[in-house]
């Protein structure tokens, strides 16, 4: 019964697979395109997250296919809606170790998506190389797997000598995301912070969901924080922002981490982000010549300037091109080839992995002034 | 004034009135006598419009009808007095009664033909401000009657309105229906009570399961020996 | 910071009730429940966003054009799903209006994206009134809220339409037998129920400096748990549910944290319910 149903599905894959063969004659490659997953929220409430990703990705590999592919064979992404669930990201791992044309997968976006599907590419030796999670025990959790956005461990400490030491704030209060970026980045920072003597007067959170910060807002404001840290997204610190104004809360100094960093954020945000303090990992002033072809390249296509994630995902895509270049399309060669990544030339920066399989980021202090990211200065 | 002619209705699959015919003339008081169950309530709705006949033409003063709205029968003169009543509890009784007026613009009139009922029913005009639902039966079968003259008809078709109530209430609705005959509207009185309605109508049919089986005037009716038997002797 | 927790909450919660009048219209007259309302409330919002975003019109134009368009929403709304259905009973129209919240959102999605719409901010500035700061938007929200609940009663307590959509909720029969046209007045009901909806949309956007397609899941659920909590029927109750939820979940932010209020809300609601079936301002069901 079981085996019959096992055979079902074989055969129907196999011709699921002739089809796609068949579909997919007409083009002027000859060799067998190189299969690479993407699992990514491309609906659901990280859906724009998602979105960015494939406008780079796609960018990325047309430029590479444009080139003459890998060694001759053209690079085809395979997309995987995860809506950054972990439910689907684990279901998208299943589909994607079992397809045998796949090499290596990229993904997912949030953490959580990421280490529930951890344990399915680590069973079957798929590389899972993603361009965003940052929880410092994601990639440590799996030889399989890969962060090339620096973890919180890093970027905690910083953010909080960057309050602390620069900023001169020592009376700080927290709102993090409520899920595992959100505590993690939270933690690290909070612990960091705590050492070089500063006083954390609250820690509220919110959920991925919440549109109306004015009740928390409130009760911080109670607490009367000089500094006001805020690991969260660009939409939510837009939203925040606004409402914060509107309450008339002006006498406290707001900061987050580089997940701040995006043009959207100063769209939405407009004026009330104005002395907001953040960091980044990538500029698109930043005049090397790897950026500026990314920058360009984007804009061009999309008529928009690229934020950090589209820039991550770009790198993503580019290592792995770059990594299978060497090694060809077989998917341990490739764990073991990406782990000796040096000096990779990323748009955020040089890629070396550490022991971990993540990234140490090198930083810049921002600051929003006049509706524009300015390097911060003192 | 008011003639069917081999009305048939149903409901969904279940056919209620067969063949059906019946006519109310000019300043006519008739009475349609049935049990439960018999088809009365369904006469009444399909000669109001609430349901539409699948056979069978209805025709008031020589217009078709059987295919118009509620409205449309309201307009063209019919109006209802429903069973149990069906005062809006929650409207007032005054907007009860400008319920009753719901098809006509005319509000110098309409203010008119209340004061007028209020006159007829005074208990109404003391009572003008309070909720429908708070009146005893007696008083909202007042109010059903004055809302139905709201629409200044030229016959007013009756369900049961004795149903329910207390004797005294119910010999002074006979004498109600009786008197706003007498001023010249036709009543079709739809009755389970064959003693009272006999006892004021000229004519009377009587329904059973849907169709008509008798059909003659109040005197001879009340004189039929099946009538004795079936509805007069109970 | 209780005060000012109190007045977030009231501001929401007045959101919230012109969402559950909705549902109590629709309730009221036709026995029925939109599913889709929540996404009739999402596309009045985002009607008022375009309108303040990209024809740079003032915020009561857009709101008035939010009303608009959630009025016509409804309205086709009423012709699709309920209409040729009336006597389907209580599932068929429900089963569509679900379909529908689906279209309309993804529909959303197609027209305007799936992120964020921005939509200008307007009353930045705050008052002080007793030494407590309040946001000059906040006074405008209740009072527009407060403004189209007079509006409301005076439409249904003093207009003749008014007067037939009362009728009809009490005995639609007995209406339809009076003359009315009741499905005229389902069709304005319904579509009356929509444009307040699109009002609650429109300026909560305002309020949040956002417009998204999956907006209008929270509200249908807040809004509708606010009419049952009322009692269903009643237009006092679900304004009474409305600010209960809200004041409840902006006190629960104070008190407790921020990941209860929903939480907290809910279980109110369900307190309520268990010492009064009825809601606050329901009455008994009557046995026949």
């Not at chain 3, 977030?8 to 026995?31: C, E, K, P, R």
Request: charged share 20%; aromatic share 8%; proline share 5%.
């Amino acid at each position: 019964m079981k085996e019959g149903i096992m055979k079902r599905r074989t055969l129907m894959r196999l011709l699921t697979v002739l089809g796609l063969a068949f579909l997919a004659a007409p083009s002027a490659w000859s060799a067998e395109p190189i299969h690479i997953a993407v699992s990514a929220p491309l609906t659901g409430n990280f859906a724009e997250y998602g979105q960015n990703w494939q406008k780079a990705i796609n960018m990325a590999v047309e430029w590479i296919n444009a080139a003459g592919g890998i060694n001759g064979r053209p690079i085809e992404i395979l997309y995987g809606d995860s809506k950054s669930d972990p439910k689907d990201s684990a279901a998208l791992a299943q589909k994607f170790t079992s397809d045998s044309r796949i090499a290596a997968e990229i993904g997912d976006f949030s953490s959580t998506a990421s280490m529930a599907a951890q344990p399915i590419y680590d069973r079957a030796g798929m590389v899972q190389l993603s361009p965003t999670t940052s929880h410092p025990m994601w990639a440590p959790g799996s030889p399989w797997s890969f962060g090339i956005v620096g973890t919180q461990a890093g970027e905690g400490p910083f953010m909080a000598r960057y309050a602390i030491e620069k900023l001169g704030k020592k009376k700080i209060a927290v709102l993090h995301i409520n899920n595992d970026w959100g505590i993690a980045s939270k933690d690290y920072f909070i612990h960091a912070a705590k050492e070089m003597g500063a006083q954390i007067l609250g820690v509220e959170s919110y959920f991925e969901t919440d549109k109306d910060f004015t009740a928390v807002l409130t009760k911080l404001r109670g607490l009367k924080p000089e500094l006001i840290y805020v690991p969260s997204f660009y939409n939510e610190m837009a939203l925040m922002s606004k409402q914060r104004e509107k309450l008339g809360w002006t006498d406290a100094v707001v900061m987050g981490p580089g997940s701040l960093y995006s043009p959207k954020l100063l769209e939405l945000g407009g004026s009330s982000v104005n002395g907001l303090y953040t960091s980044a990992v990538f500029f698109p002033n930043d005049p090397r010549p790897e950026v500026q072809k990314f920058v360009k390249g984007f804009e061009g296509k999309y008529k928009a300037t690229p934020n950090m994630f589209a820039a991550v995902a770009y790198d993503a895509i580019n290592l792995m091109a770059e990594t299978i270049r060497k090694v060809g399309a077989d998917r341990k060669a490739i764990r073991d080839e990406l782990a000796k990544t040096k000096n990779f030339p990323g748009v955020t920066g040089k890629i070396n992995f550490t022991e971990r399989r993540d990234v140490i980021k090198d930083y810049r202090h921002l600051v929003v002034k006049n509706g524009q990211f300015t390097l911060f200065d003192k | 004034m008011l003639e069917l002619r081999g009305v048939s209705t149903r409901y969904g699959p279940v056919q209620v009135l067969w063949n059906l015919s019946l006519t109310v003339r000019e300043g006519e008081l008739v009475c349609l006598l049935g049990g439960n169950a018999s088809g009365k309530s369904t006469t009444m709705k399909t000669i109001l419009g609430l349901v539409h006949p699948f056979r069978g033409e209805i025709a008031f003063r020589g217009q078709p009808i059987h295919r118009a709205t509620p409205a449309q029968v309201v307009r063209a003169g019919i109006a209802p007095v429903l069973e149990s009543r069906r005062i809006f509890p929650e409207l007032t009784v005054y907007e009860n009664l400008l319920m009753g007026a719901y098809t006509r613009a005319d509000a110098a009139g309409i203010r008119q033909d209340i004061d007028r009922v209020y006159d007829r029913f005074p208990l109404l005009r003391q009572r003008r401000g309070q909720l429908g639902g708070t009146l005893s039966g007696g008083e909202q079968q007042m109010l059903a009657i004055a809302r139905a003259l709201l629409a200044r008809p030229r016959m007013l078709i009756m369900d049961e309105p004795s149903m329910g109530l207390s004797p005294l209430y119910v010999e002074r609705t006979f004498e109600i229906i009786q008197g706003l005959n007498r001023e010249g509207i036709a009543i079709l009185l739809v009755e389970q009570n064959a003693n009272m309605a006999l006892a004021i109508a000229d004519r009377g049919y009587v329904l059973q399961t849907g169709r008509i089986v008798l059909s003659d005037t109040a005197q001879n009716l009340v004189n039929h020996p099946m009538m004795r038997k079936a509805y007069l002797e109970l | 910071m209780l005060v000012p927790q109190l007045i977030n909450g009231l501001t929401q919660g007045s959101l919230y009730a012109l969402v559950a009048i909705g549902f109590v219209l629709i309730f009221g007259t036709m026995n029925l429940v939109t599913f889709a309302h929540g996404e009739v409330y999402m596309m009045g919002a985002f009607a008022g966003a375009l309108a303040m975003t990209v024809w740079h019109l003032p915020w009561f134009v857009a709101l008035a054009m939010g009303m608009a368009a959630a009025w016509v929403l409804g309205f086709l709304i009423e012709k699709i799903a309920f209409r040729p259905l009336r006597t389907a009973g209580h599932m068929p129209p429900l089963l569509i209006t679900i379909g529908l919240s689906i279209i309309l959102k993804d529909l959303a999605v197609i027209l305007f994206g799936a992120e964020n719409r921005p939509v200008p901010s307007i009353y930045e500035q705050t008052i002080r009134v007793a030494g407590i700061q309040i946001s000059v938007l906040q006074i405008v929200i209740l009072g527009v809220a407060a403004g189209l609940v007079v509006l409301l009663r005076l439409l249904i307590q003093g207009t003749k339409i008014g007067r037939a959509m009362r009728a009809t909720a009490q005995d639609h029969e007995a209406a339809y037998a009076m003359g009315v046209n009741v499905h005229r007045v389902f069709s304005i009901a319904f579509a009356l129920a929509s444009c307040l909806g699109g009002a609650a949309g429109v300026m909560i956007g305002i309020y949040y400096n956002a417009v998204y397609p999956v907006m209008g899941a929270a509200a249908g659920l807040k809004g509708f748990a606010a009419c049952i909590f009322g009692g269903l029927t009643s237009i006092p109750g679900a304004i009474l549910g409305g600010i209960i939820i809200g004041v409840v979940e902006n006190l629960t932010v104070q008190f407790l944290a921020s990941g209860y209020r929903d939480v907290v809300a809910f279980l109110v609601m369900v307190i309520v319910l268990v010492l009064r079936p009825q809601g606050l301002l329901g009455r008994k069901l009557r046995t026949v």
